[in-house]
């Protein structure tokens, strides 16, 4: 048996391509026109604005602090007004009239700013030293009564107006007594001097008479 021929396969369409077009081969290296190559540009950097600035409130006014109390001095203890006490009626006994005076009208101003014992007793003893007038030492008899009928216990300035206070009045009491004598004394001294007139008086008139009889008795015994 013959083997069969294969079938015959039908010729396969022609397919019509489009025609190529013709291919300029490239140009050599050395012949391409070379362009340059601009470096690429930095990216410039970002501008960093600064944030706007917040509105500043206005300053607060401090409020005036209040100006520190002073501190005040110490108060002086009895002890220590005492001995100034003292040491300035020490200085006072050595001072002339005129510094007395003068001293005066410092302690009255001391006075008049501080009404304290020492400073009365000051002015006291001041005024018993000047005896300008009559009253200086009455006014200091009223300054030491001042001191002594202070309220309180009794203080050692006190228990000194009190020893001053007597000194000054049997200083006054032998001041009057002394001028009450002087002024009996010389009513007395009047009182004689009176009478010897008198006397003279009388004496005149009485030798006047008797000569002038004595002289008649005498001529008519001739």
């Known amino acids: 048996m013959e083997p069969e021929a294969p ?28 362009t340059a190559i601009a470096p690429p540009t930095a990216a410039p950097p970002p ?31 009895e002890d220590t007004q005492l001995l100034g006490l003292l040491s300035d009626l020490s200085r006072y006994s050595a001072m002339n009239g005129d510094e007395v005076r003068k001293e005066i009208g410092s302690a009255t101003q001391a006075l008049a ?30 300054l030491f009564d001042a001191v002594i009928r202070g309220s309180g216990p009794p203080t ?8 001053l206070q007597t000194q000054v009045s049997e ?20 009182q004689m001097l009176e009478l010897e007139r008198a006397l003279l008086r009388d004496r005149v ?9 004595g002289g008649g008795g005498s001529a008519g015994g001739h």
Do not use: C, F, H, M
């Not at 010729?11 to 050599?28: D, G, Q, R």
């Open 7 to 34: 079938p015959r396969l039908a010729p396969a369409p022609l397919v019509e391509s489009p025609p190529l077009e013709p291919v300029e081969p490239p140009a050599p290296a050395s012949q391409q026109p070379i």
């Open 47 to 77: 501008v960093v604005r600064p944030p706007a600035p917040s509105p500043v409130p206005p300053a607060a006014t401090p409020a005036p602090v209040p100006p520190a109390p002073a501190t005040p001095a110490p108060a002086e203890t």
């Open 113 to 142: 700013r501080q009404r304290t014992d020492a400073n009365r007793v000051r002015l006291a003893v001041l005024y018993t030293l000047a005896r300008a007038n009559p009253q200086d030492d009455q006014r200091a008899l009223q």
């Open 156 to 163: 050692p300035i006190r228990n000194l107006a009190t020893t």
């Open 171 to 190: 200083r006054l009491r032998s001041t009057r007594e002394e001028q009450q004598k002087s002024e009996q004394a010389v009513r007395k001294l009047d």
């Open 205 to 213: 008139r009485s030798g006047g008479g008797g000569g002038g009889g």
